[in-house]
């Protein structure tokens, strides 16, 4: 369908799929906010920076949590126990909805954060998931 309203070799096309990739569209969406936000508000340039760095002080926080959650969920697949406890529980009758639930309950309560809890049960799960579709 999209080949017919924009052709493989048009233009527009290549400008919109540049346009679209995720990290041009984060680039225009921050500047566009940076000007409407900031300067068309009449804020000096020195507060909006002010701004963006308390926004990326606060942000960092959670990208190093999310970072070393999906570190966690790596080192258990690449290990093999991800797949190990897979076809352990894939004996069990329960639904794997629950015992993902489960899995991801004791993880949160052994190491304190629900995000590491949530990405590395995601890893657990995929295998048990997967054997049973």
């Known amino acids: 369908m999209a080949e017919f ?3 493989v070799g048009s233009e527009v096309r290549r400008v919109l799929g540049y346009v679209g990739n995720p ?14 936000l900031g300067i068309a508000r009449g804020r000096t340039m020195g507060d909006i920076m ?10 960092t926080m959670v990208m190093l949590i999310i970072a070393g959650a999906g570190a966690l969920k790596q080192v ?7 797949r190990y406890i897979g076809e352990l529980l894939s004996q069990s009758q329960l639904s794997p909805l629950f015992l993902g639930w489960l ?3 004791i993880l949160r309560v052994c190491v304190g954060s629900a995000t590491v809890a ?15 579709a």
């Open 23 to 36: 990290v041009i569209a984060m680039l225009v969406s921050l500047l566009l906010a940076i000007y409407t």
């Open 103 to 105: 899995i991801a309950t």
């Open 5 to 7: 309203l924009l052709p």
């Open 50 to 59: 002010e701004s963006l760095g308390h926004s990326i002080t606060s942000l």
């Open 118 to 132: 949530g990405i590395t049960t995601a890893g657990i799960v995929l295998p048990l998931v997967s054997d049973s």
């Open 76 to 82: 258990l697949v690449d290990s093999g126990v991800s």
